[in-house]
T-cell receptor, first 115, second 115 residues
């Protein structure tokens, strides 16, 4: 069965420091991988995706993610965190054999960036 | 280009009532999915529609149903509401039609409270 794990419920980092939000997955075959961000009382906002090709994917607002097939991981990173990055982050996967809208989500990681 | 529009944003209903939520996808998108978000269960997939046909369904009771119209707008209905149905309901739209490497775009959600 497909599953996504975000091992940290909370990540705290000082502004200006690099941040990493971890994600590992268990999906048959080669999945499509996504990161979304959610601000309070809002929907999910797309950050970036891995479809194929380079293992390092660049996305919106300076975020990037590294796909590691052997470790089945897709960690979200940013070289220098901003206070405005504080939000709830979700990793999601889609089985290549599944329909477009069928995503499996992790439980989310609350990122807090303190000044 | 307008994003995914969900109406209403907030709803308060009484146990036993039924409710209908609406979603207008991004213009040109033909795939619409619905998700339930709760603190306890996280993001759970309800169902997905494409060209007025249900393509995929999650593990929810039959009280949860949906449909899609010819203009791709979608509605979901929950009958005989229970307290546990209180959640943020998110709609996502995707291009569909064989475009497989695309992401889903989410609406702001409808916050349903059952009292």
């Amino acid at each position: 069965a497909q599953s996504v794990a975000q091992p940290e419920d909370q990540v705290n980092v000082a502004e200006g420091n690099p941040l990493t939000v971890k994600c590992t997955y268990s999906v048959s075959g080669n999945p499509y991988l996504f990161w979304y961000v959610q601000y309070p009382n809002r929907g999910l906002q797309f950050l970036l995706k891995y479809i194929t090709g380079d293992n390092l994917v660049k996305g919106s607002y300076g975020f990037e993610a590294e796909f590691n097939k052997s470790q089945t991981s897709f960690h979200l990173k940013k070289p220098s965190a901003l206070v405005s990055d504080s939000a709830l982050y979700f990793c999601a996967v889609r089985d290549r054999g599944s329909t477009l809208g069928r995503l499996y989500f992790g439980r989310g990681t609350q990122l807090t960036v303190w000044p | 280009k307008a994003g995914v529009t969900q109406t209403p944003r907030y709803l308060i209903k009484t146990r036993g009532q039924q409710v209908t939520l609406s979603c207008s996808p991004i213009s040109g998108h033909r795939s619409v999915s619905w998700y339930q978000q709760t603190p306890g269960q996280g993001l759970q997939f309800l169902f997905e529609y494409f060209s007025e046909t249900q393509r995929n369904k999650g593990n929810f009771p039959g009280r949860f149903s949906g449909r899609q119209f010819s203009n791709s707008r979608s509605e979901m209905n929950v009958s005989t509401l229970e307290l546990g149905d209180s959640a943020l309901y998110l709609c996502a739209s995707s291009l569909g039609g064989g475009v497989i490497n695309t992401e889903a775009f989410f609406g702001q959600g409808t916050r349903l409270t059952v009292v």
